[in-house]
């Protein structure tokens, strides 16, 4: 059984700094592409970022510059690092896994969902 366990979410305020992790198992994580999702309020979830099996980073460009994808294969963990938070960065942030396959900026592509985060960026 597959399980992805976000945290680090919380209330911070603008321009400081959170880093999410999301710890998998039940899947093969070094050969699984990790995503990054996020959904505000009354909106559609989007892409953040996400990281490849075989090393490439991908970004929102809304997000570009700001947070930083990484992962740990030992730990089974992939992390989100957030800078320079802005309010309109508020949202759940979900993480997902996409196994065996590269990157992919669709949600679709990703069976795998964890219960996700919230993180509110106060003005």
């Known amino acids: 059984q597959v399980q992805l366990v976000e945290s680090g979410g919380r209330l911070v305020q603008a321009g400081g700094s959170l880093r999410l992790s999301c710890a998998a198992s039940g899947v093969v994580f070094r050969v699984s592409t990790m995503g990054w999702f996020r959904q505000a309020p009354e909106k559609e979830r989007e892409f953040v970022a996400d990281s490849s099996w075989n090393g490439g980073t991908y970004y929102a460009d809304s997000v570009s510059g700001r947070l930083t994808i990484s992962r740990d294969d030992a730990k089974s963990t992939v992390y989100l690092q957030m800078n320079s938070l802005k309010p309109e960065d508020t949202a759940v942030y979900y993480c997902?896994?996409?196994?065996?396959?590269?990157?992919?900026?669709?949600?679709?592509?990703?069976?795998?969902w964890g219960q996700g985060t919230q993180v509110t960026v106060s003005s």
């Open positions: 997902a896994a996409r196994p065996g396959r590269g990157h992919s900026q669709t949600q679709n592509d990703y069976p795998y």
